[in-house]
């Protein structure tokens, strides 16, 4: 959670992950910690990040694993902005679109912009799987457990309870501390 201006009280909430080095990065979870670090650059403050996991490719397949995490993130970006940024900091690490499920330098995703719903050609809030994958709501439970799924209504402890067993998923770095 976030505290604005005025008091009020939002929360934007992105996914990262990687399961292949950006190039010049030794391993995916480098580059998903320089994205963190550049978000800054395009408009987008890191609030708190999860600590992170790794977990097998979903839908199951040979490719690496991946490193994820959750982040609580603060911009004045309306939700469409915000994907575009998100988006551009992907390509500057390589990330190229092609087969979805595809193995990728870095994965940034908008999981919840402030309650928001939206369906259009471009955006779908709240993320339309994010209710359906460990990954993400494993890191989302962990920092924002007060949270609740803007259509379904339920927080992600609950959502993360009634998932069926699979995706594994294993922590493997303490939390950051929250910021300022």
């Known amino acids: 959670m976030f505290a604005a201006p005025g008091g009020s009280v939002f929360v934007i909430l992105i996914g990262i992950g990687s399961n292949l080095a950006a190039p010049g990065f030794a391993a995916p979870r480098d580059t998903a910690e320089a994205a963190l670090a550049q978000l800054p650059e395009v408009g987008v ?3 708190r990040r999860s ?3 790794q977990s ?4 199951a397949s040979d490719q690496p694993w991946y490193v994820n995490a959750v982040a609580i993130v603060a911009t004045e970006f309306d939700p469409a902005a915000l994907l575009e940024a998100l988006l ?3 390509r500057r690490f390589g ?3 092609g087969a979805r499920n595809a193995a990728r330098t870095l994965d940034l995703d908008l ?5 928001a719903v939206c369906d ?3 955006l779908t809030l709240p993320h339309p799987r994010l209710h359906e994958r460990r990954f993400v709501l494993a890191p989302l439970a962990e920092i924002a457990p007060e949270w609740r799924h803007p259509r379904l209504g339920l927080g992600a402890a609950e959502l993360l309870r009634r ?3 699979g995706q594994e998923v294993r922590a493997v770095s303490d939390p950051d501390p929250p910021r300022g």
């Open 120 to 122: 259009s050609a471009r």
């Open 111 to 115: 999981l919840d912009h402030d309650g």
């Open 95 to 97: 990330r190229r679109r």
């Open 88 to 90: 551009a900091l992907e």
């Open 45 to 47: 403050t890191l609030v």
């Open 163 to 165: 998932l069926p067993p």
């Open 56 to 59: 097998a490719p979903v839908p």
């Open 51 to 53: 600590r992170w996991y």
